[in-house]
């Protein structure tokens, strides 16, 4: 059974960096796609980005492009989320998901202050 847990997360000021992580237990990530969601305090949880194993395929949320990359690591089994130029608008809590499955992560927060 596959447990995701994601780290990294914290308080940056708008226009900062931050990389957070997904770590996978249980069997490898790196066979279908992996996806990062986020959901902020009364809305809905959205789609941010996916990179899909096979070929390296990236797809972003048009509100987040140019600034994410997402990426993966086979030999740490892990995912990652590289976030630049941060907006007040990227405050949520950040999921990690294995799509077209029921494997979420527990989240962590991320809070950009003006």
């Known amino acids: 059974q596959l447990q995701l847990v994601e780290s990294g997360g914290g308080l940056v000021q708008a226009g900062d960096s931050l990389r957070i992580a997904c770590a996978a237990t249980g069997r490898t990530l790196g066979t279908y796609t992996v996806g990062w969601f986020r959901q902020a305090p009364g809305k809905e949880r959205e789609f941010v980005a996916a990179?899909?194993?096979?070929?390296?395929?990236?797809r972003y949320a048009e509100s987040v492009k140019g600034r994410f990359t997402i990426s993966g690591d086979r030999s740490k089994n892990m995912a990652y989320l590289q976030m630049n130029s941060l907006k007040p608008e990227d405050q949520a809590v950040y999921y990690c998901h294995e799509v077209g499955s029921n494997y979420w992560g527990q989240g962590t927060q991320v809070t950009v202050s003006s």
């Open positions: 990179f899909r194993w096979v070929d390296d395929m990236e």
